[in-house]
T-cell receptor
Framework: DTGVSQNPRHKITKRGQNVTFRCDPISEHNRLYWYRQTLGQGPEFLTY????????KSRLLSDRFSAERPKGSFSTLEIQRTEQGDSAMYLC????????????FGPGTRLTVT | AQRVTQPEKLLSVFKGAPVELKCNYS??????LFWYVQYSRQRLQLLLR??SRESIKGFTADLNKGETSFHLKKPFAQEEDSAMYYC???????????????FGQGTILTVHP
């Protein structure tokens, strides 16, 4: 499968724990985006990378959230001290500069905070 | 600020009937508009974008800047069109797309046999 992959697909954690998600984009894509989707809503932008540089962060991304893309390939999204309000689907998407701006989405990681 | 509004959360039609999914947007610059679709148990995927002016799976969408709308239409709905549809906007300025998408809340389309 050469599409965007995300791991884990599901994560259940207790409030206050830290969690980390991974996204592997399509290999030649230099831009990578993270979105969050809560029940009944469309995806909301969190942050994006061009290669290894994090170029924009949404105000939704509190200081408990951090994202990295250390070598410009895969990316990780960490949530520290999780809260019940963090329960959502976390989506990753990637795009190449010559792909007519179509974003290719991964299957998402569903986080449940109990 | 950019915003996308899809006024209908649910839309039901019968097979063979015309369907229109509404989308209105607000953006001060020159936007790129997209329709994304999510079929049951599948990932979100691009259906069409306004600048390509294509018809995909029989769907078309015309950007109306005067009414700030980008409605999705299909003259004869099929059962396999049943899915969640999201309208999305990307800021575009100086020939460069910002890339990040602002999504509407989505419309669940159900096509009955």
């Amino acid at each position: 499968d050469t599409g965007v992959s995300q791991n884990p697909r599901h994560k259940i954690t207790k409030r206050g724990q830290n969690v980390t998600f991974r996204c592997d984009p399509i290999s030649e894509h230099n831009r990578l985006y993270w979105y969050r989707q809560t029940l009944g809503q469309g995806p909301e932008f969190l942050t994006y990378f061009q290669n290894e540089a994090q170029l924009e962060k949404s105000r939704l991304l509190s200081d408990r959230f951090s994202a990295e893309r250390p070598k410009g390939s895969f990316s990780t999204l960490e949530i520290q001290r999780t809260e019940q309000g963090d329960s959502a689907m976390y989506l990753c998407a990637s795009i190449g500069t010559d792909s007519n701006y179509e974003q290719y989405f991964g299957p998402g990681t569903r986080l449940t905070v109990t | 600020a950019q915003r996308v509004t899809q006024p209908e959360k649910l839309l039901s039609v019968f097979k063979g009937a015309p369907v229109e999914l509404k989308c209105n947007y607000s953006y001060s610059g020159s936007p790129e508009l997209f329709w994304y679709v999510q079929y049951s148990r599948q990932r979100l995927q691009l259906l069409l974008r306004h600048i390509s002016r294509e018809s995909i799976k029989g769907f078309t969408a015309d950007l109306n800047k005067g009414e700030t709308s980008f409605h999705l239409k299909k003259p004869f709905a099929q059962e396999e069109d049943s899915a969640m549809y999201y309208c999305a906007l990307s800021g575009h300025a100086g020939g460069t797309s910002y890339g990040k998408l602002t999504f509407g809340q989505g419309t669940i389309l159900t096509v009955h046999p």
